[in-house]
């Protein structure tokens, strides 16, 4: 209490360069309370309550929560993003591990840099380009996959158009989008690693597999677990894909939580249930980041 | 030829080091292969992309036609210049407010300091979407929808960009701080004189990777804005997309006009932004 008074008043010139201090990083505590936390707050608030159009205000306690999650197109928007999820984390995890690996091993720098930017440009395109030309390119009639996919003779498929197979199509966009950030995270970290391990274990007569079992796997072990994170979270959320390309179809096929969520709110305007969502979304993201850092965050050992 | 057992381990060496490269390659391609189609599609008549079978190559090279469509549909041009507008004052407002903060949090002993540094950095694990519904009623409330006002607000500061200047004004020694001191400048003229000049490479990096992701920004753009003339350029897109019929020769025509000015900055400033990146990364 004693400090915070001085904080206000200052008394000396030790206690005027803790208000300096404070008032440094006031701007952005004010910034993220009004944008993150009261909204989430409030987030909660609006999930708990019935709100009618005048402002009134009813407790409805657990009321909507039962609403919302007894209904089936909540669990099947919840099914899709699980799926959707399943299939592109790992193999953006895996793939950007193994380009990050190459990459690495190519020793002409000036070929490195030009193989790994080509790498990376996907991650500068809004999501909502890159969803729309790869629409393009999965067009069931005049797009490019199934035009390339006739020389191995394959018959035309229906991609995005299709029931089973919207979801690896989409999927397939995640994964060419968030491969570049991967690369960059997993290059990163590979520069690091000491090259004295790898000299010690030539001596040893470890050959590549063990040295990548032994070596390069262990102190990557940081930055896959937080890749796999990072991905899952991005994944979680996916809209922008979904909602320039298929709007959640064909037949609810590519129903996201989050277009779902989008849809409750902005279409149908009921705050009340697309806040339980929101609810939802933020606790499942941080249990599951929890739960995460508490299974993988194993100490490194050599 | 005695030597040619000896050569083997060498010869297979160099042979997998041309197939790793040609595999990295043929990686790198795939993945680039759509760039190349977009801008091969945007020069490509309506006929021309409805052949069958399909021909890679476009008639004419030079048809920009599709270019002069886009902007004859669609005000593209100001869809352009609303992006610019909402993501440099992203870009400028962090660079200030994260580096007041970066100052405030690498230099100074305050009451509640590690408190509120934790505060911010647990912001990481709430997800945007999950507060999008109180934020637009605040702006309703505060008359700010289909405003740039309205768009840029919760885009004005991110945890990174605080995350990034502390990291980088940790790094300045405190002697330089304490000589201004005795030379009796002020905190904030610390700050200016001090401070900023000594982080530039931080600066731009937050400037690039700012202006860059809210260059792209989707979904809060489209719950707050209403009118056709404050579209940002990634809502202007989805205009050009309909659910029966798609140009896609005036779709992809539009994809490069929205993709090209941040992919040239990508590229001519990678090095910053891989940084950046990988900074971002590693504090996440």
Do not use: H
């Amino acid at each position: 209490m004693r400090e915070w008074y001085r904080l206000a008043f200052p008394k000396n010139y030790l206690d005027r360069r803790k208000r300096a201090g404070f008032l440094f990083v006031l701007p952005a505590l004010v910034f993220f309370a009004s944008v993150y936390l009261v909204p989430l707050a409030q987030s909660v608030m609006y999930s708990f309550y019935k709100i009618a159009p005048g402002g009134a205000r009813e407790f409805a306690g657990l009321g909507r929560y039962e609403r919302v999650l007894t209904d089936p197109t909540f669990w099947n928007a919840v099914g899709n993003t699980v799926q959707l999820l399943l299939i592109s984390v790992p193999a953006t995890v895996v793939l950007a591990l193994a380009v990050a690996l190459g990459l690495n091993r190519i020793s002409n720098l000036k070929w490195r840099n030009v193989w790994a930017s080509m790498y990376f440009l996907p991650f500068a395109t809004s999501l909502v380009a890159a969803a729309l030309i790869w629409q393009w390119i999965y067009e069931p009639v005049y797009g490019f996959l199934n035009y390339a996919l006739s020389f191995v003779g394959i018959p035309p498929q229906k991609w995005l158009q299709s029931l089973s197979q919207v979801r690896p199509a989409i999927g397939a966009i995640s994964v060419w989008v968030r491969i570049g950030f991967d690369v960059m995270i997993f290059l990163a970290a590979l520069q690091t690693i000491p090259g004295e391990y790898y000299e010690a274990a030539d001596i040893d007569g470890a050959n590549a597999l063990q040295r990548l079992r032994y070596i390069t796997l262990p102190m990557l072990n940081p930055q896959i677990v937080m890749v796999c994170i990072l991905e899952l979270i991005f994944n979680f959320k996916i809209f922008d894909q979904v909602y320039a390309t298929t709007q959640g179809g064909p037949g609810g096929a590519s129903q996201t939580i989050i277009m779902l969520l989008y849809d409750t709110a902005f279409k149908f305007f009921r705050f009340g249930d697309a806040s339980v969502m929101a609810v939802f979304v933020f606790v499942t993201l941080m249990a599951v980041t929890l739960l995460q850092w508490r299974i993988f965050r194993k100490p490194i050992q050599y | 030829m005695a030597n040619l057992p000896q050569a083997y381990p060498v010869l297979r060496r160099v042979g997998f080091r041309w197939a790793l490269t040609l595999a990295i390659a043929c990686g790198a391609l795939l993945i680039f292969f759509p760039f190349f189609w977009m801008a091969v599609t945007s020069l490509k008549t309506a006929p021309e992309i409805q052949r069958v079978p399909l021909q890679i190559a476009p008639d004419n090279w030079l048809n920009f036609s599709n270019y002069i469509e886009v902007f004859r549909r669609e005000p593209f041009w100001r869809y352009l210049l609303n992006s610019a507008i909402v993501a440099s004052v992203a870009a400028v407002s962090s660079v200030v407010v994260s580096s007041l903060a970066g100052f405030g949090f690498a230099k100074y002993q305050f009451p509640g300091r590690d408190v509120f540094f934790l505060a911010i950095v647990g912001i990481l694990m709430v997800p945007f979407q999950s507060v999008v519904v109180p934020l637009y009623v605040w702006i309703n409330d505060l008359g700010l929808l289909d405003t740039y006002a309205g768009i840029v607000a919760p885009d004005l500061v991110s945890v990174f960009g605080v995350f990034l200047m502390r990291q980088a004004i940790e790094t300045i020694p405190n002697d330089y701080i304490d000589a201004a001191r005795i030379d009796g400048a002020s905190e904030l003229r610390i700050f200016f004189l001090v401070i900023l000049p000594s982080v530039k490479p931080a600066i731009a990096t937050l400037l690039i990777i700012k202006f860059m992701w809210s260059w792209n920004e989707f979904f809060w753009p489209m719950v707050v804005t209403t009118s056709p003339q404050m579209k940002v350029v990634t809502l202007g897109l989805t205009s050009f997309t309909n659910m029966y019929f798609i140009e896609y020769n005036l779709l992809t025509a539009a994809a490069v006009l929205s993709i090209l000015p941040i992919l040239v900055i990508f590229v001519t400033l990678q090095r910053w932004v891989v940084q950046a990146v990988v900074m971002s990364g590693l504090k996440g």
